[in-house]
């Protein structure tokens, strides 16, 4: 069986709205209510957040919070990096979804020859970069931060030096150069991007499987093509934002978009998903309990991250 450890971020920096980095102890609050063991069972490993800087301007306007976002991923690169090189399983509890650019570094720190995969359940491709960011929230970037992506061919913004070089130095957290190749995402749920992004999508022909598609294909036919495309990667992360939902099951979320996925699809697919062999990091983000009502965010999420944790055990 493999050894999991929790890993817990709870960092709201990169985020537009305010309340991410709660989301945690809300989904702690979810579990208590079903009288759960679940966080009885798993060692957490806390990363220290830089929340505080919040209370100053962004000093950084295509890239706010910046230089706290590149302490956080760092921290998060080498707590995942140093459980991993001791052949653990991190599950990340973080706040906003920027972190994920952490998580994959800290994967291919611990496994630089291995090629790594991502899945991205995600109503968003967080794709940007400060050249192209409609608006400079880094949780809109991970995946330019850890495939190295600049999109100088879509550039909307004209970024100040000190953005760029902070940019290279987010890049290069864990090490130099792309850790994963764009070829090697999928997504699933996206359904909110911007043309900048969809430049991108089209030109490394990165397969999005729409809600519409998860319905009519199922999960089980939808986690079977997914792992197909990744059939060459040695490793794969997969990354679960919960605004891939729907609204109508809640808006606990920074930036909710309709026409997600429902619970049971987004239960069943990451049941499904973890059981590949080659997936060796889970991670859950951008739950915020204050903006909604009775913690159903966090419920239905506690419910996803216990379901899928459980999967994870039976299958190895
Ligand atoms: N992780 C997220 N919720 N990302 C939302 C990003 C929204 C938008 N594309 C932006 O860059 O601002």
């Not at 962004?58 to 919070?65: D, I, Q, R, T, V």
């Not at 630089?112 to 880094?138: C, E, Q």
């Amino acid at each position: 069986m493999r050894k999991i450890r929790l890993v817990e971020v709870r960092s709201e920096l990169a985020a537009g709205t305010r309340g991410a980095s709660l989301g945690i102890d809300a989904m702690k609050v979810a579990s208590l209510g079903k009288h759960s063991d679940f966080f009885l069972r798993f060692q957490p490993i806390r990363v220290k957040n830089e929340n505080d800087l919040l209370f100053q301007e962004p000093k950084f306007k295509n890239a706010k919070y910046g230089e706290g976002v590149f302490t956080v991923l760092k921290r998060v690169c080498d707590a995942v990096s140093d459980l991993r090189a001791e052949g653990l399983f991190p599950i990340v509890l973080a706040g906003d979804h920027s972190t994920a650019a952490g998580t994959i570094a800290g994967i291919k720190k611990a496994d630089p020859d291995k090629r790594l995969g991502a899945i991205w359940i995600d109503a968003h491709a967080d794709f940007h970069s400060p050249y192209t960011t409609p608006s400079g929230n880094m949780h809109g970037m991970p995946l330019a931060m850890a495939t190295a992506t600049d999109n100088i061919e879509c550039e909307q913004n004209d970024i100040e030096e000190e953005t760029e070089a902070l940019w290279e130095r987010i890049k290069s957290i864990g090490m130099r150069g792309p850790k994963m190749k764009p070829e090697d995402i999928v997504f699933i749920g996206v359904r909110d991007t911007e043309p900048e992004e969809d430049y991108l999508i089209k030109k490394h022909g990165i397969k999005n499987f729409t809600t519409a598609e998860v319905t009519e294909k199922g999960v089980q036919q939808v986690s079977k093509e997914a792992m197909e495309i990744l059939k060459d990667c040695d490793q794969i992360y997969i990354s679960f934002d919960v605004d891939s939902l729907d609204t109508s099951i809640s808006v606990g979320t920074g930036t909710p978009v309709p026409e997600g996925l429902t619970k049971e699809q987004a239960l069943e697919l990451n049941i499904e998903l973890i059981k590949d062999k080659r997936v060796c990091c889970w991670e859950i983000v951008e739950v915020n309990p204050t903006l909604d009502t009775e913690n159903r965010m966090a419920n239905n999420a506690f419910e996803i991250l216990e379901a899928t944790t459980a999967s994870l055990i039976q299958n190895f």
